[in-house]
């Protein structure tokens, strides 16, 4: 029999990791990416347990384990640095199956991208699906150089996904999540503090080490969309956070303006009907963009991605494997998105009282929240066993948590 041949537009987190699973599963794949490189455009992405079970089947995730930084008590933080709440690394690692793994994007994609044969990725291929295919015809996908037939596409092409947009036309597209969000990766010298999440008025700012040693900090304030500083992004943080708690200052005053990334943050607010059409998948934000207040963007790439190969023949199955869970987990993200970016003034005391008070009557309230999410298994197909070895197979699909 010939070969079956999957295309995937875009060389992100989840199209890598579609692609590494297809090639698993003996599809011939081509990922096309619009980028000169697949040097990520990011800082750092944060992988949970369920994240890190799907690496589970493509042989990584103790590789990806073995990076975990997030050592002992972090929490939740006011702006004068006043401990709203506590969290346990170890409590969180005992209740979800595994640790929370802080790592670089360049780190995770040059893993997966590891597990490719040489010649998968063709970057500067900007690539448009002209045909999404059907039972009796194959998708084409066309760039500017030929056209590529596929028995199968895999559109991980982001949150203004082009694909989206044709195969489910009329549909409404990603808009503003009412904030912009900065990033950091970068050395602090001397800078020893807990893991934390500082929440203000209509601002937050996060703060975590890397296992490499460098920190990573992240910030988000309400701003009407498309605004950007007068001069400089360090700038705008210094007027925004430098007089906040420690080591907030510190990392402000280690960074260059060219160390920041500034990102208006998008989403789809109206769930899709389907993740696929004919012969092509939706994947990671082209299917459900949602805010990045539970950490869960790039991990429901990573999961779409395994569940994706597991029902690669059977399309429908991947979307009534998925459709609900991610869409479960995008209002949970709104929801969460509004909490943490209140910004009136008895709003805010309310909610902090609140999480403080509850914080101390029910200490793993703040862990249940992600009860559901992070304590997902993948699915295998009859008789496989994930690659990693130790490794547990949760059964079938039916094991996911809606």
């Not at 041949?5 to 011939?28: E, F, K, P, S, Y």
């Not at 595994?98 to 998968?120: F, I, M, N």
């Not at 703060?207 to 920190?215: E, F, I, N, Q, S």
């Not at 009907?273 to 994947?283: E, V, Y």
Request: hydrophobic share 45%.
């Amino acid at each position: 029999m010939a070969q079956s041949r999957a295309v995937v537009i875009g060389g992100g987190i989840g199209g890598l990791t579609a692609a590494a699973a297809l090639h698993r599963d003996g599809w011939q794949v081509t990922v096309v990416e619009r980028a000169g490189s697949l040097e990520p455009v990011g800082a750092a992405i944060s992988l949970a347990p369920n994240a890190l079970r799907a690496l589970d089947v493509l042989g990584i995730g103790e590789e990806i384990r073995d990076l975990a930084a997030w050592q002992g008590d972090g929490g939740l933080r006011a702006p004068r640095g006043r401990w709203l709440s506590r969290s346990d690394a170890e409590a969180a690692a005992a209740r979800f199956g595994g640790p929370l793994v802080l790592l670089h994007r360049a780190t995770l994609v040059s893993s997966l991208a590891a597990l490719l044969p040489p010649g998968t990725v063709r970057t500067a291929a900007a690539a448009v699906l002209a045909d999404p295919g059907d039972r009796d015809r194959p998708a084409r996908v066309t760039t500017a150089d030929d056209e590529l037939e596929a028995d199968l596409v895999v559109a991980a092409d982001g949150v203004h996904s082009r694909a989206r947009s044709l195969l489910f036309p009329g549909r409404p597209g990603a808009v503003y999540a009412g904030f912009t969000t900065w990033r950091l990766v970068l050395p602090v010298p001397g800078a020893r503090f807990a893991s934390h999440e500082t929440w203000g008025r209509g601002r937050l700012w996060g703060t975590h080490p890397l296992k490499d040693g460098r920190v990573y900090a992240y910030a988000a304030a309400t701003a009407p969309a498309g605004v950007r500083a007068p001069d400089d992004e360090r700038a705008e943080l210094l007027r925004r956070f430098g007089d906040w708690h420690d080591p907030i200052p510190a990392v402000l005053a280690a960074a260059r303006p060219k160390d920041v990334l500034r990102h208006d943050v998008h989403h789809l607010a109206e769930s899709l009907p389907a993740f696929h059409h004919g012969r092509t998948a939706l994947l990671g934000d082209a299917a459900h963009a949602m805010p990045p207040t539970l950490g869960q963007g790039g991990n429901q790439a990573i999961e779409d991605a395994v569940v994706l190969a597991c029902h690669a023949r059977d399309l429908p199955a991947y979307t009534a494997a998925r459709l609900p869970r991610t869409t479960a987990i995008a209002r949970q993200a709104v929801r969460a998105a509004r909490l943490s970016m209140a910004d009136g003034r008895v709003t805010v005391a309310v909610r902090d009282t609140a999480i403080a008070v509850l914080s101390k009557a029910a200490p793993a309230l703040l862990l249940r929240s992600f009860d559901g999410i992070a304590d997902w298994r993948p699915p295998y197909a009859s008789g496989r066993t994930p690659a990693a070895s130790g490794s547990t197979p949760a059964g079938n699909h039916d094991r996911e948590r809606t």
